[in-house]
């Protein structure tokens, strides 16, 4: 058969594939051989401030941080599937082909399993990536209540409103996300970093079928003075639709290929609102003894994305009065993760919100917040009040949000033990309300305690600031050493650099950042012993 002949046959077969129906599958390779990146330059695929995140809390990177190898996602489209996201952690990547091409993939010498995780082929045929980038009261009107169950009044009042953070939401759908007044700020300040839609390959979450992310979003960072304040307005904010149309195991694998999108910016805090145990396949359901925070694909998902220095929340879920299934749902499950239940107007908790333990006895949900009546902003502007375990889980990142802005050299797993440890039941917890309500006020104090490295011992102020001056107090473990300081924008982007030699008669020095516009702006301070960050926020 002549070359052409043989190009004929190849391209008549893809075609014929192309026109055949076409379901979601996952292909998993064996390994990730000839890969031309290495641990050694982590910059080459992670952010610098992913790499900073990794550092500060004595995290290394290793194999499942390498991007998966490039040729065989090639050599799957060669055979007709059409590849998508791509998962570093599970060295696999999503694809979309008819059935019949199920035995040809499984039989390439570097894949290791495929895996059926959705019916049909919803995914545009565009590239992934389009970039959506885009001491005194406060008077916060409807969210008054909520805010001062978790002591949020009192963090706001202190200054800290999550600036100089980066908070990841995955839902289901943001409508109306850009006609909001509430989330002005987000795009005025630059702050509403990328926003992508795993359900459809595209930049915008602004679908009109679906605002239970727009609610959720309100209930962090919205800022409308007078009516409605979220419990961090000043952090920035990344943004993902996991939730498909259906109940398909492909949900999980979004949450998955947005994480890692998430960790390569450089994301600290991640909120799910969303909880899985039984899908629309039957096939594909979860038994109550898979709860057991290891088992399922979110919640490995979620392990590994603790195990890089983020700090994950999530809602407990709504079976708490359910015959069926009244535990917490997938990935609350995870011991990794805070899953946060939902308390009713007077501190009960509320008959819906689930209950623990999980499948291997640990206590669940972690904490509580308001979860009956929770104000949020809806779709047409206006604040109302919504139930579930969905904007209990939010409150908390909030006040997360706010305790790591004032403890910024704490890793992720102490804040999440921090968190436990500031609730009112920490003491006695249960499988009602886990460890209860936390506080702010009670969190500051126990992290007060905490004996942070000498390495930790740096103050950066004033924070914010107005004009492009910061000033630098040093204690003694850097008395003698080179400092190297580099400056980041928000956006990953090099601002400025400066070496300084901080001596015993001199060791507070001010550095002139500018000029620099408004924003939030990362501060990577390097010794030939170790590297910390603080966040400065410009106003």
């Known amino acids: 058969m002549t070359r052409r002949a043989i190009l004929l046959s190849i391209s008549l077969t893809w075609l014929c594939a192309l026109m055949q129906a076409q379901d979601r599958y996952m292909v998993f390779f064996a390994d990730k051989s000839g890969s031309p990146f290495s641990i050694d330059n982590p910059s080459a695929f992670l952010s610098q401030r992913a790499i900073d995140r990794r550092t500060r809390q004595g995290l290394t990177i290793n194999s499942e941080d390498l991007p998966v190898v490039a ?67 406060e008077d916060v009107g409807e969210t008054d209540f909520q805010n001062q169950m978790l002591g949020i009044d009192r963090m706001h009042a202190d200054g800290y409103r999550g600036e100089g953070l980066l908070i990841g939401v995955f839902d289901e759908g943001f409508n109306n996300l850009t006609s909001i007044s509430a989330f002005d700020h987000l ?58 149309q259906g109940e398909y195991r492909i949900e999980e694998y979004n949450w998955l290929f947005a994480a890692e999108m998430a960790d390569s910016a450089g ?14 396949d039957p096939s594909m359901d979860y038994t109550q003894a898979q709860m057991d925070g290891q088992t399922t694909v979110i919640t490995k998902a979620a392990n590994l994305a603790a195990a890089r220095g983020i700090l994950l929340l999530t809602s407990a879920g709504n079976t708490g009065n ?92 102490q804040m999440l033990n921090l968190i436990r440890q500031s609730a009112d039941n920490f003491n006695s917890p249960d499988n009602e309300i886990g460890y209860g309500t ?40 850097f008395i003698g050493q080179t400092v190297q300081i580099e400056a980041y924008n928000a956006n990953g982007v090099f601002v400025n650099s400066f070496e300084l030699n901080p001596s015993e008669r001199d060791n507070r020095i001010s550095i002139n950042l500018g000029p620099i516009p408004a924003g939030v702006y990362l501060l990577r301070i390097a010794t030939p012993g170790s590297i910390t960050t603080r966040r400065i926020l410009k106003y």
Do not use: C
């Not at 040809?104 to 919803?122: I, K, N, Q």
């Not at 679908?207 to 979220?230: I, K, Q």
């Not at 994301?267 to 629309?280: A, E, K, M, P, R």
């Open 71 to 137: 040729a065989y996602v090639d050599a799957l489209a060669i055979l007709g599937a059409e590849p998508f996201y791509r998962t570093k952690w599970f060295n696999a990547v999503l694809v979309q082909m008819d059935n019949g091409l199920v035995a040809d993939v499984l039989a390439l010498d570097f894949v290791d399993r495929v895996e059926y995780v959705a019916p049909g082929a919803t995914l545009s045929d565009g590239l992934p990536g389009g970039d959506g980038m885009a001491g005194m009261s």
């Open 187 to 244: 795009h005025s300040d630059n702050r509403l970093l990328y926003t992508f839609d795993f359900t459809h390959n595209e930049a915008n979450v602004e679908n009109t079928e679906f605002n239970h992310g727009t609610r959720v979003l309100s209930v962090l960072a919205a800022d409308a003075p007078g009516e409605y304040t979220g419990t961090a307005p000043g952090a920035s904010y990344i943004l993902a639709i996991t939730e498909d």
């Open 267 to 280: 994301v600290d805090i991640i909120n799910t609102s969303l909880g899985y145990n039984v899908f629309t």
């Open 322 to 413: 359910s015959l069926d299934w009244s535990i917490i749902r997938a990935p609350a499950d995870s011991p990794n993760i805070l899953a946060v239940g939902g308390l009713n107007s007077i501190g009960d908790r509320a008959r819906i919100s689930s209950t623990g333990p999980t499948a291997d006895g640990r206590i669940k949900p972690d904490v509580m917040a308001l979860g009956i009546a929770t104000a949020v902003i809806t779709t047409d502007n206006a604040v109302t009040f919504s139930d579930g375990t969905s904007f209990a889980s939010p409150l908390v990142a909030g006040l997360a949000a706010g305790v790591w802005q004032a403890n910024p050299e704490l890793t992720a797993a």
């Open 438 to 477: 936390p506080s702010y006020v009670t969190a500051i104090r126990i992290a007060d305690e905490i004996d942070l490295p000498k390495a930790a011992q740096l103050t950066a102020y004033p924070n914010p600031i107005q004009d492009d001056i910061v000033t630098l107090a040093f204690d003694d473990a």
